[in-house]
């Protein structure tokens, strides 16, 4: 990008009363970390049990039959403990501080940036953006790291078609468990930690527009994650992750930790898509006008609209099945009027969108970092900016696709279908821009360049089996089994995943000062792109074959392809593995990269690695797209002279350069 | 490159003798060059493949014996119908993509940035036009295909067509299917309220189903007759068929409805008018016809 600097006079008002600093900077946030957050959210929890444990009786049952006083417990249990752990972290001081009229000094704004905190910055409530990035990073890693032990077990289970290895009980849990896991890790993976680490710099500003809200949304994440987690100790989350009504009213009461997951995450989801969206709306440099911005600044706000307007009515439907379970509200409750379609809408009308809010921002830093390694200018921005507001429009309409077999609502299924296959124009054009930036170059075969093309593949693959699908005949028979199994996994792994993995190894050295080792990374995602695809297209088999989701018996029908997607799958875990140890070797003793390794043109390369408090010294002032690659075309030179000579105008200069 | 009608003007000079290229000319040209060839090869190439491979998808679903149903043989008709038309979009695009991965265009290795840039090529109107107007085109063929397809099916499923696509003179069976923890029931109404939990249906016969759940949502799939309708409480849904095969054929619950859903499966024997009449009165009921 090219950058004009100008030197910015401050004029400061010498009578303006500063706010008076109160004890050493910082307050009472120099005492919390994340061991007082742990601390406080246990004893919080342990104590909203006992609490409630002595004004309710065990042997109320609600409409299904389940004990309701043990869910008042639970419920205020992980209550208890997400309140206490985001005491223990310090997000309740800003708001006393205010309330007390103690605005922050400028000191007490430093020691909140983490400046002179060493590591430990790392485990506090810090505002500053980068080190929010590296947290989710880390974050984000652990979950998928999580998530894909549970595929393990699970492809373990289908793999060994001749015996029954986990109860019932425990495999539906350790299934929910996976989808769940995997959806919020694959939500926060690329606009967490580059969201919040590379857009700032990105658009030329010196940090979010809300740094403290930044701190309250990875914090609110990591409270989320426990009460998740804690299920399978608590009977279980049997219910696969859509945990569709009155399953899940049956369930025990580990599904209060989904729901208690699910409403915590809304809202951080909430907070960092404000925060996100407010940034580059209002926090872009000077000159930095809308056919200026980077593609990828687009991906991440239509991902972060995307989930900002969607995402309510999922915390709304885990909202309801939370009351009918602990207050008696008969939402879902058939008998009692309630509806089991109310829920599947509630939970679709963000399910769908959320697809989308999981691959755009992973596609378009595919479309940011491409051009950097085919040296190009992206082709037709324009296409690729209308492509991603037409993926965000028409993501409002299609979410009925996913019930065209409740019979719910038979008739609703022409129009939807109508939605669902229009959503194809819009997907397809950034497909055209990601060819024509392809066309004629000569791509410089670095990690993320070759992941292009796999995810290209992936999404094609991915793309097809989505038009199957979204064709109501056709879903009728793949509707419910391991077709659309696979079918998602295409998008959601192999466009979402594979799109994050080759965007954190091309900002990596950005965000560590290192280069992500080329070789290993190469050697870890082309084995889990070899595994992948040996899975999925074998389950792609499967489900033709008429093989439902979610079993763990089936058919000695489908043992050959289960067999194969068990031996993909563990090659898939051995290429994560491989490219999760370049990725810690090369944090700790990589080679060292320079400010800007691979030549790009975007702000973000132009500051100096590690960067500097601050991001700028002096603002910089864009005069021009980041895109202005590339030699002229010997063609266009051609076609050019000719027009220029027809219309009697200046000669032709061919050759000209 | 519009051809310019207006009268010359002075400022303008005399028109050119028109020695203009014609779109077809320009496009021999194209061809010309080195990669124009291998890219439409490899497409060629791509798009067969593709084609070839849903034989082997619709093979996959012929597997366990179906189609036995003329609703299923709609549906793979579609699923030949859906790939082939996006079979050329599919072998452009990965043509593309491969060609430049393999290097078609030249590529560069190591760890030192490329000192030269490729064609500064920022947009081309006839490509993102036309490939927006062929997407379009594909994507509303798709979509006038699959309603038609839609009311086709649903007109089978409630049995006002036959196999043969004729009115159909057959007088339909009802039955009310119901899914339970993890259990299928099957009653026939019409015929004394014959229970069983393995379907039977005469063939070339429409059969309607009432559907419903006693307790959480199941899902009703007959697999090889290409059905499906989920069976949720409080509500009844509605499918049907005409069974076009003699045999027996898989059903399966495909909807996620607690610890033994992988068991809820049973089965549909489709038999002949005889057997089914003879079935019906050792079960004790009566052929109301
Ligand atoms: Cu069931």
Redesign the pocket.
């Known amino acids: 990008m090219t950058t004009a600097t100008v030197t910015v006079t401050i004029h400061e008002a010498p009578d303006v009363i500063q706010p008076r600093q109160h004890g050493k900077p910082g307050g009472l946030l120099r005492y919390c970390n994340f061991v007082t957050a742990l601390i406080l959210g246990i004893v919080l929890a342990a104590l909203a049990y006992w609490i409630t444990g002595m004004f309710t009786t065990g042997e109320a049952l609600n409409a299904n039959f389940v004990p309701i006083g043990i869910n008042v417990q639970i419920t205020a249990m992980y209550v208890g403990w997400v309140v206490g752990f985001m005491i223990g972290i310090g997000a309740f001081v800003g708001p006393i501080r205010w309330f007390l009229g103690r605005d922050l000094t400028h000191a007490d704004a430093e020691y909140l940036a983490g400046r002179g905190q060493g590591r430990m910055k790392f485990w506090k409530y810090t505002t500053d953006h980068k080190i929010v990035g590296i947290q989710y990073l880390i974050v984000s890693m652990a979950l998928l790291g999580f998530g894909g032990l549970l595929a393990m077990l699970i492809r373990t289970e289908l793999g060994v078609t001749w015996a029954e290895l986990f109860n019932p009980n425990f495999y539906n849990s350790i299934i929910g468990t996976h989808g769940i896991v995997m959806i919020i890790a694959m939500i926060v993976v690329v606009s967490g930690p580059l969201g919040n680490f590379i857009v700032p710099i990105m658009v030329g500003a010196r940090d979010m527009a809300f740094p403290r809200l930044n701190a309250l949304s990875i914090w609110l994440l990591v409270a989320a994650i426990p009460p998740l987690a804690s299920n399978l100790a608590l009977g279980g989350l049997r219910d696969g992750w859509t945990v569709y009504q009155p399953l899940a009213d049956q369930a025990p009461v580990g599904m209060i930790g989904y729901q208690i997951t699910i409403i915590t995450f809304g809202f951080s989801t909430a907070i960092a898509s404000v925060n996100l969206m407010t940034t580059i709306v209002k926090m872009r440099a000077k000159g930095m006008t809308w056919s200026r911005v980077p593609i990828f600044v687009y991906g991440i706000f239509a991902s972060s609209l995307m989930g900002l307007i969607w995402f309510p009515m999922y915390q709304y439907s885990q909202w309801f099945a939370l009351s009918d379970r602990v207050i008696n509200t008969s939402f879902y409750v058939p008998a009692q009027g309630g509806s089991v379609w109310l829920y599947e809408n509630l939970f679709w009308l963000l399910g769908h969108p959320e697809v989308y809010v999981i691959v755009l921002p992973g596609v378009a830093a595919l479309l940011e970092l491409m051009v950097v390694f085919l040296r190009k200018p992206l082709f037709s921005y324009k296409f690729a900016v209308a492509g991603i507001f037409g993926i965000v429009g028409l993501s409002a309409v299609v979410w009925v696709h996913h019930m065209y077999m409740t019979g719910w609502a038979p008739s609703s299924n022409y129009p939807f279908m109508l939605s669902t296959e229009m959503i194809s124009i819009p997907i397809s054009f950034l497909v055209l821009v990601m060819l024509g930036t392809m066309w004629r170059a000569r791509p410089w075969t670095r990690l993320p360049m070759m992941a292009v093309y796999a995810v290209v593949w992936n999404k094609v693959i991915g793309g097809i089996t989505g038009v199957f699908l979204s064709d109501v005949p056709v879903d009728q028979y793949m509707h419910g089994s391991m077709f659309v199994v696979a079918h998602f996994h295409y998008m959601l792994m192999g466009a979402g995943l594979f799109s994050a993995m080759a965007a954190i190894a091309y900002w990596f050295p950005k965000m560590t000062g290192r280069y992500l080792d080329n070789r290993w990374g190469s050697i870890g995602f082309w084995v889990a792109f070899g595994g992948f695809q040996l899975t999925f297209l074998s389950m792609f088999a499967a489900g033709l074959q008429g093989m439902p989701r979610r079993v763990l018996q089936f058919d000695s029908l489908f043992n050959v392809s289960n067999w194969i997607s068990t031996i993909g799958a563990y090659i898939i875990g051995i290429g994560m593995l491989i490219f999760l140890a370049a990725v810690i070797n090369s944090w700790r003793s990589g080679e060292i990269a320079p400010a800007n390794p691979y030549g790009a043109k975007t702000l973000e390369a132009q500051v100096p690695t590690p960067v500097p408090p601050e991001n700028f010294a002096v603002l910089p002032v864009i005069t021009s797209d980041p895109y202005g690659y590339g030699s002229p075309d010997p063609y266009e030179l051609e076609d050019e002279a000719r027009r220029a000579a027809l219309e009697g105008g200046e000669p032709a200069k061919v050759g000209a350069s | 490159m519009t051809i310019d009608q207006r009268p010359p003007t002075a400022e303008e000079g005399p028109e050119e003798p028109t020695n203009r290229p014609t779109p077809m000319h320009l496009f021999r040209n194209w061809l010309k060059r080195r990669y124009a060839k291998r890219l439409i090869w490899l497409t060629l190439i791509i798009s067969a493949g593709w084609i070839a491979a849903t034989f082997l998808a619709v093979y996959f679903m012929n597997m366990s014996g179906g189609p036995a149903s003329a609703i299923m043989s709609e549906i793979e008709l579609t699923m030949y119908v859906l790939a082939w038309v996006c079979a050329p979009l599919m072998g452009v695009t990965l043509a593309i993509a491969l060609y430049s991965m393999i290097g078609g265009w030249g590529r560069v290795k190591g760890d030192k940035q490329p000192d030269q840039d490729g064609p500064g090529i920022r947009n081309n109107s006839i490509a993102t036009i036309g490939w927006a107007v062929w997407v379009s085109a594909l994507a509303a063929f798709l979509v006038v295909w699959g309603l038609v397809e839609l009311a086709n099916i649903q007109a089978f499923a409630n049995g006002s067509v036959a196999a043969n696509q004729q009115p159909n003179s057959q007088q339909s069976i009802t039955v009310n299917v119901t ?1 339970q ?2 259990v299928w029931t099957f009653a026939y109404p019409d015929q004394n309220k014959v229970t069983t939990d393995v379907l039977v249906v005469p063939i070339n016969t429409p059969i309607y189903f009432n559907v419903t759940s006693k307790d ?4 009703f799939w007959v697999v090889e007759m290409g059905v499906k309708i989920d ?1 949720n409480p409080g509500a009844i849904t509605n499918t049907g068929f005409t069974a076009t095969k003699l045999g027996t054929f898989n059903i399966r ?1 495909a ?4 610890l033994h ?1 992988a068991y ?1 499966e049973t089965q549909v024997k489709v038999v002949t008018q005889d057997e089914y009449n003879s079935w019906v009165r050792e079960n004790g009921g009566v052929r109301l016809s």
Do not use: P
């Open positions: 899914g923890q993890w959480v949502v199941h899902s069976a619950c909807e996620l409805c607690g859903h809820m």
